[in-house]
């Protein structure tokens, strides 16, 4: 019993950092910042939250003690990679970073950009007369 | 649907004072008498039965793991590949959901499930800028996804 849920924790461990491995490949291969986004908001998500499950399970089942600081963290990170993901790659965005060769690139272009130079202007009005 | 919750644990404390019994599966066992009454009762009560909502939100959790490990097997598959065989590009999707709530909780399930990130949202809340891998084999495949996601999302919030 104890055998199997060691080779699993085992398992559970080696697939997070593998998983974190792959992160690393995709960011060196992929094109430009919102692929490379990507790749980093799930493979990595994935892989921590596997290397903590696993902790946490080694935790239980060898020192009968459960950590709920791990469960917590698994939360915190579940929650928080993907809004980083997302702030990043709009913040290139909307600081004219290219993007790679592409399909369709609809209404970011066409839409938002006008609105927000204005408001950039706008502030910077601001700034100037205060 | 917090004043039916408030309901349940009045009906379980309840139960504890006419048991005088002053322990946690007292409180459990007063709870779930206090969930058939509410089940009973529920004609009565504004809005939806609430342990309904519960139960949605635990599938939404399950749809959640289920997107997340399809979205990194996808993303191995994508970066592990030999020949770099990606077209990407952002496109449009407008959402029915109004409440901010509902669309941070939509984008978060969108930027976790494969190939697809959210890049930006518009300032009317109608609509979603989405950054996605592979644009031609996913688009429709994505939307239907998104209906699954917008359609578990109004099963909790409304």
């Known amino acids: 019993m104890t055998e199997t849920i060691n080779i699993f924790i085992g398992l559970v461990v080696l697939l997070g950092s593998l998983l974190s491995l792959v992160t690393t490949i995709g960011l060196i291969r992929l094109p430009d910042v919102y692929t490379r ?10 892989g921590v939250l596997l290397i903590l499950i696993g902790a946490l399970l ?19 990170v579940f929650i928080t990679a993907p809004v980083a993901g997302h702030l990043i790659s709009r913040a290139a965005y909307y600081t004219n970073v290219p993007l790679w060769e592409k399909t369709v ?8 950009r006008p609105k927000t130079k204005k408001e950039v202007e706008k502030r910077q009005k601001v700034h100037t007369e205060a | 649907m917090a004043f039916q ?16 019994q002053w322990a946690i599966p007292d409180f459990i066992i007063g709870y779930f008498w206090g969930l058939v009454i509410l089940f009973l009762m529920r004609r009565f009560l504004p809005g939806r039965f609430y342990f309904e909502r519960v139960l949605a939100a635990g599938r939404l959790f399950f749809l959640f ?24 590009g952002i496109f449009a999707m407008p959402t029915e959901l109004k409440s901010d709530w509902e669309i941070t909780l939509l984008s978060l399930l969108i930027t976790l499930t494969p190939g697809t990130l959210v890049m930006d949202i518009s300032d009317d809340n109608k609509i979603l800028y989405i950054h996605a891998m592979n644009i031609p084999d996913t688009n429709q495949a994505i939307a239907e996804i998104k209906n699954t996601f917008e359609k578990a999302i109004m099963e909790v919030t409304r």
Do not use: C
């Open chain 2, 65 to 88: 793991l289920r997107e997340l490990v399809l979205a990194n097997v996808q993303v191995i598959r994508d970066i592990l590949r030999p020949k770099l065989k990606i077209e990407p």
């Open chain 1, 58 to 76: 080694y935790f239980w089942f060898a020192d009968n003690y459960f950590s709920a600081r791990l469960v917590l963290g698994i939360v915190f």
């Open chain 2, 5 to 20: 919750i408030l309901i349940n644990v009045v009906i379980a404390f309840s139960w504890m004072f006419l048991k005088n």
């Open chain 1, 105 to 112: 690139q609809d209404d970011l272009k066409t839409k938002e």
């Open chain 1, 37 to 46: 986004s990507h790749a980093a908001s799930k493979s990595a998500t994935l």
